[in-house]
T-cell receptor
Framework: GDSVTQMEGPVTLSEEAFLTINCTYT??????LFWYVQYPGEGLQLLLK?????DKGSNKGFEATYRKETTSFHLEKGSVQVSDSAVYFC??????????FGAGTTVTVRA | DTAVSQTPKYLVTQMGNDKSIKCEQN?????MYWYKQDSKKFLKIMFS???????INETVPNRFSPKSPDKAHLNLHINSLELGDSAVYFC??????????????FGQGTRLTVV
């Protein structure tokens, strides 16, 4: 079945550092890929998405590119802020009625 | 105007009780879900409904019974609550289009604590 593997955390960074969270997937067909963010005490919010190979999703300074050849969708941000501290989830949607999530990566940004 | 709303936000109850969590979406989506998030933040699909029909039931104990009276609502009833049921439960919705789901929108979660 479909699955998502993402980099284990926790990740601790200083403000203005570069952030990368690795995500790889296994799926039949051509899935859509997503990154969600969960701030403390809140639900999940869509951060960005890509629906086909070579698409780049971007939002709030975060970017991820759908790489079919490496089955990856790594999340990057060039300069993180304290407000980016959250749990980040990579997810995919294939041809079944669910979104499959990675285990989540907790990111803490220190001032 | 909340897109996916679930109530209550917090639920503390004793073992053996029966409780319900309600979920409503006003996005016009046709697919709704229940996810369980454990203390390590791992998200596990419990149920998926499309147009009020149960599509996915991921080996959830039959103490959990979802009900979808219409496409905009998906409620979760839990019988004989156990300590291990303590978790955060998320409702979500999406649209089924072109053979796959669009992005899902999530509710704020219900933190269930069984004592």
């Amino acid at each position: 079945g479909d699955s998502v593997t993402q980099m284990e955390g926790p990740v601790t960074l200083s403000e203005e550092a570069f952030l990368t969270i690795n995500c790889t997937y296994t799926a039949t067909g051509y899935p859509s890929l997503f990154w969600y963010v969960q701030y403390p005490g809140e639900g999940l919010q869509l951060l960005l998405k890509a629906t086909k190979a070579d698409d780049k999703g971007s939002n709030k300074g975060f970017e991820a590119t759908y790489r079919k050849e490496t089955t990856s969708f790594h999340l990057e941000k060039g300069s993180v802020q304290v407000s980016d501290s959250a749990v980040y989830f990579c997810a995919l949607s294939s041809n079944d009625y669910k979104l499959s999530f990675g285990a989540g990566t907790t990111v803490t940004v220190r001032a | 105007d909340t897109a996916v709303s679930q109530t209550p936000k917090y639920l503390v109850t004793q073992m053996g009780n029966d409780k319900s969590i309600k979920c409503e979406q006003n996005l016009g989506h046709d697919t709704m879900y229940w996810y369980k998030q454990d203390s390590k933040k791992f998200l596990k699909i419990m149920f998926s409904y499309n147009n009020k029909e149960l599509i996915i039931n991921e080996t959830v104990p039959n103490r959990f019974s979802p009900k979808s009276p219409d496409k905009a609502h998906l409620n979760l009833h839990i019988n004989s609550l156990e300590l291990g049921d303590s978790a955060v439960y998320f409702c979500a919705s999406s649209l089924w289009a072109a053979g796959r789901n669009t992005e899902a929108f999530f509710g704020q979660g219900t933190r269930l604590t069984v004592v």
